[in-house]
């Protein structure tokens, strides 16, 4: 709260406060974290907890369950460089992540977390989302009562993918273009880089994987991701 509060005092805003939202861990707090909405200048913004993780163990490592992405399109590129490395038994399951993966009943959706705000709060009104620096996904609204300083904003990807309309492409950190976090296909890029001295070409060839990746963006994510969060980055 002392952060919150510095943030506020330094007019760092707009200031938003993600929750990602699961049984067992927060879910008795989901409605004070939305009460904090009456008296900040913020949002506190629910996100649907993605499972991670496991299903690497079932579909080999870095690529998704058919090799192949949107259009049911195979990359040439994945399949002409190098192999990703093999996962570490480190980084499976509950040894590589918080083990929420494992449980069934972890995810709270979006129409549960909006009952129980609502059910102690009262109603919520929608917001203009352009009105919301940084809105990203998400959708945004008010408490209808109690005159509130913020926001509340729901980025509910499993109850209601966005996919269509996903722009990002993530780097790891060990050179491989991921289409998604979730379960994207993926293009080893490093030993491309590598591969050429010319920085025009090497612009050139990282353009075209690039192109590669994004038909590779799934039309809609499946139920389980298929890498841990620590080799995807955020
Ligand atoms: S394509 Fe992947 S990263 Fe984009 S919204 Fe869907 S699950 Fe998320």
Redesign the pocket.
């Known amino acids: 709260m002392r952060g919150l509060d510095a943030a506020e005092d330094a007019e760092l805003l707009p200031l938003k406060v993600n929750c990602v939202t699961m049984r067992g861990t927060n879910d008795d707090e989901f409605v004070d974290f939305a009460r904090l909405s009456l008296s900040r200048r913020l949002t506190v913004r629910f996100i649907e907890y993605m499972p991670l993780g496991d299903a690497v163990l079932m579909h080999g490592p870095g690529h998704r369950a058919d090799g192949r992405g949107r259009n049911g399109q195979a990359s040439h590129l994945s399949s002409a460089l190098n192999p990703l490395p093999a996962i570490h038994a480190s980084e499976i399951g509950p040894a590589g992540g918080c083990g929420a993966q494992d449980r069934g009943d972890v995810l709270v959706p979006e129409a549960e977390v909006r009952a129980r705000i609502e059910n102690e709060l009262g109603p919520l009104v929608p917001v203009d989302r352009a009105s919301e620096a940084g809105v990203g996904p998400a959708s945004v609204y008010r408490l209808a009562q109690g005159d509130p300083k913020g926001r509340i904003g729901f980025i509910s990807?499993m109850s209601a993918?966005?996919?269509a309309t996903?722009n990002?492409l993530r780097l790891t950190a060990d050179g491989v273009l991921r289409s998604?976090?979730?379960e994207?296909g993926e293009v080893p890029i490093r030993e491309l880089m590598r591969s050429f001295k010319d920085p025009a070409q090497r612009r050139r060839a990282v353009a075209h994987a690039m192109t590669e990746c994004v038909r590779l963006?799934?039309d809609a994510?499946g139920a389980h991701g298929n890498q841990q969060m620590s080799r995807i980055g955020g």
């Open positions: 990807a993918p966005f996919c996903c990002r998604c976090l979730f994207g963006k799934p994510h």
